[in-house]
């Protein structure tokens, strides 16, 4: 599992740093655009926050400059290869209150996945946006991914 989720999170890393090149190279961004990459950064900081025990930098919703993106994916990256380094924590309940103050208990490394699966489901959406605005958005399927390591 640990091997898995290693790939799976450099794959994430290099479909946001596709996704910032290309956002970075146009001259306006729609704001739902921005929000929404935004989020994906910002809810992939509160669940590590989450699994390391100690309160999030950024609200789920905070908006970033894009300029601020890659530094923010890099630190996300690296804080998740660290836990992705430790061992034995992968099979860690990890206890956590929602932003309503709701708690809830979950293994660490269904944690992890759902951060790999919201972040696609998010990309997906600004890809669309993307091609609204008229701009041909990266390929970040998994295969091609896959494909370019061989």
Known sequence: ?????????????????????SIEEEEVIH?????????????????????????????VWQLHSIHDFARINEHNYTNTQRILSQEGVLEQVIRYENSKGEVFENLARDILMHVINHSTYHRAQVASMLKKEGIM????????YKREQE
């Open 137 to 144: 958005p990266p390929n970040s399927d998994y295969i091609f």
């Open 31 to 59: 704001p739902d655009i921005v929000r929404l990459m935004s989020h994906i950064f910002n809810a992939h900081e509160v669940w590590v926050a989450r699994i390391e025990g100690h309160s999030p930098t950024f609200g």
């Open 1 to 21: 599992m640990n091997t898995l989720l290693k790939d799976l999170f450099n794959y994430n890393d290099e479909a946001n740093k596709r996704f910032i090149k």
